[in-house]
């Protein structure tokens, strides 16, 4: 996979999760992803971003960045944190899972949106999603 | 950023730009059904064209507004969903918008006037 340089977002206030949003928007735009895939990869950057927000003290990073492949383009997300981790990542992607009065629909939603999808976490420690979508795993093209 | 609400013959209308926040959304929803205890409106049309994310604290929003709005007695329907936003919110979370929802604003007013009509029967 040949990577381009990222773009990292601070998201430590909640205006940060729309700022993340546009700037995934940008790039996936300025990419050729269709449009199904660009609304899917926002969707996906505002869950991320605003479970940094919402489910740690400090917030974290989104990073983003066009990947290549095989002739297919996409973009992956990085979303990074110190924060307290998640006990049990399972449970976090069963459907209709929070821990604070969400719907729960957050980390499976992405997944389903997203090609690729990697969670990593440890209590105390942090969170790391990694998760991309690819040009030609669109379902509709435009 | 304030986001207009019209009132047409005792429903409310209104339409959700597309650079809403987390604030915007909050205050939205206040004004909103403020308006509807004074208006004593029996119906309310969420437009949500402009809209390209409706990821789940939207869904929320819209979800909370309606059924507060249905404790104050008015009726809702959303409608103006972009047919990519749809496979999006598909994808998310079948469930995810718990509103009754219609294709355009002229299916919206039709809809709602069915729905108090039904209720009012
Ligand atoms: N970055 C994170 N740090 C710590 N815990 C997290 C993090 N992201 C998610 N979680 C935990 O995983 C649970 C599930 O997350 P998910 O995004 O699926 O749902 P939610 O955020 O609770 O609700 P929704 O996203 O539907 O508003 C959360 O309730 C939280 O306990
Ligand atoms: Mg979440």
């Avoid at chain 1, 400090?58 to 990085?78: D, K």
């Avoid at chain 1, 998640?86 to 629909?105: C, E, H, K, P, Q």
């Avoid at chain 2, 205050?27 to 390209?52: H, W, Y």
């Avoid at chain 2, 919206?108 to 039904?118: H, P, Q, V």
């Amino acid at each position: 996979m040949k990577n381009e340089p990222g773009m990292m977002v601070a998201v430590t206030q909640e205006w940060h999760v729309a700022r993340a949003q546009r700037a995934a928007t940008a790039l996936a735009r300025s990419v050729g992803l269709s449009q199904v895939a660009v609304y899917s990869l926002a969707t996906s950057v505002s869950e991320l971003a605003n479970n940094l927000f919402f489910h740690t003290r400090v917030g974290g990073t989104i990073t983003l960045r066009a990947v290549r492949q095989n002739g297919s383009v996409g973009v992956e997300i990085v979303a990074e944190d110190d924060g307290p981790g998640i006990a049990d990542v399972d449970s976090a992607m069963r459907d209709g899972f929070t821990t604070n009065g969400g719907l729960g629909v957050g980390l499976p939603g992405v997944k389903r949106l997203m090609d690729e999808f990697e969670i990593e976490s440890q209590v105390g420690a942090g969170t790391r999603v990694v998760a991309v979508i690819w040009s030609a795993g669109a379902t509709l093209q435009p | 950023m304030k986001v207009a609400i019209l009132k047409l013959r005792g429903i409310l209308l209104t339409s959700i730009p597309i650079d809403m926040n987390d604030e915007d959304a909050m205050a939205f929803q206040a004004d909103v059904l403020r308006m509807l205890s004074d208006t004593e409106a029996t119906g309310l049309v969420i437009d949500i064209t402009a809209m390209n994310v409706v990821d789940s604290y939207m869904a929320r929003v819209i979800n909370d507004t309606a059924v507060q709005a249905g404790m104050l007695g008015a009726q809702v329907v959303l409608c103006g969903m972009q047919p990519d936003v749809a496979l999006t919110l598909i994808e998310m979370g079948r469930e995810l918008i718990g509103v009754e929802t219609a294709l355009n604003l002229d299916q919206a007013f039709n809809r709602l006037e069915t729905m108090i009509e039904e209720r009012e029967a």
